[in-house]
């Protein structure tokens, strides 16, 4: 009696084991990027593609949407200095969409549909650029002296930056990823640190700072990093030790391009995504 009731808890233990076992190793696979994973989020909100990209796009132009009205709220209150508030527009917009094209499907459909969401704010861009629209408060909050024309200019081309980011290269692209990091964060942080902290000037621009140029540098590849692990943890691109040189190669190189002269009269927005795109093309 002893011995077969010794052998059933055996058998019990042996089958609780087993499904133990089973169950951590489906746990695993669940959140391993494996390509099951990868064409689950093909379709992340419905088994209809269009249906999934639609749903994506309303809920992407709402974050960026949100983002864009928090920050204009903050400069009508004046709760930050205007090019402080301006340079955090700059920074959060553009690289919490970049967080958002993980909803969309991955074939041309999907980057072409997370590229109208910043298409129509280049529509908007040119209408108060041009003084068709009236829109005092997107005027304050990204312009830095509060001049409408601005828009026309920075504003427009970091709109313009994105959609190209979205429609031609998408998020499989370091490509991608380096222009709109380092645009965002790369030259968001440079001036943001070159004010507070830029006292040694460099030597062949005196509007521009030592370490302004190493924020940018350091924040950009930073921010590179960031979204790279983001996509790769998702099965969207493969992490590399090429991959990581590479976007510190096109950080420096951008942060090289910001503090020359010439990129302020032509403006950041258009030469750092420039710089991006031409010195990736090499290194990726």
């Not at 019990?12 to 951590?24: A, Q």
């Not at 979205?166 to 380096?178: D, F, G, H, L, N």
């Amino acid at each position: 009696m002893h011995s077969s009731k010794t052998s059933k808890r055996r058998r019990y233990g042996t089958c609780i084991r087993f499904l133990m076992k089973k169950d951590c190793f489906s746990f695993i696979q669940l959140l391993s990027p494996t390509p099951r994973r990868r064409r689950r989020f093909r379709t992340m909100f419905s088994d209809s593609l269009l249906v999934s990209d639609l749903i994506a796009e309303g809920v992407s132009g709402g974050v960026a949407l949100s983002l864009l009205k928090l920050w204009e709220h903050t400069a009508r209150r004046g709760v930050f200095d205007q090019k402080l508030n301006r340079k955090l527009v700059h920074i959060t917009v553009g690289l919490a969409f970049m967080l958002c094209w993980l909803m969309f499907s991955s074939g041309r459909q999907g980057a072409l549909f997370a590229a109208l969401i910043p298409a129509v704010n280049i529509i908007k861009m040119l209408l108060t650029g041009l003084g068709i629209l009236k829109d005092d408060a997107t005027v304050l909050s990204m312009t830095r002296y509060g001049d409408y024309r601005e828009l026309l200019k920075g504003p427009l081309y970091y709109a313009a930056t994105i959609t190209l980011a979205s429609a031609v290269y998408w998020r499989t692209s370091p490509i991608a990823i380096a222009a709109v990091c380092n645009m965002c964060a790369g030259d968001g942080m440079a001036d943001i640190v070159g004010r507070r902290f830029g006292g040694q000037k460099l030597p062949y621009n005196q509007n521009k700072s030592v370490n302004g140029s190493i924020a940018m540098a350091s924040f950009g590849f930073l921010a590179s990093l960031g979204i790279m692990m983001y996509y790769a943890s998702f099965g969207f691109m493969e992490e590399s030790a090429k991959l990581v040189i590479g976007f510190l190669v096109v950080s420096v190189a951008t942060a090289l391009v910001e503090s020359h002269p010439l990129s302020t009269e032509l403006d950041d927005n258009l030469t750092v995504p420039l710089t991006a795109v031409l010195v990736g093309s090499f290194v990726f």
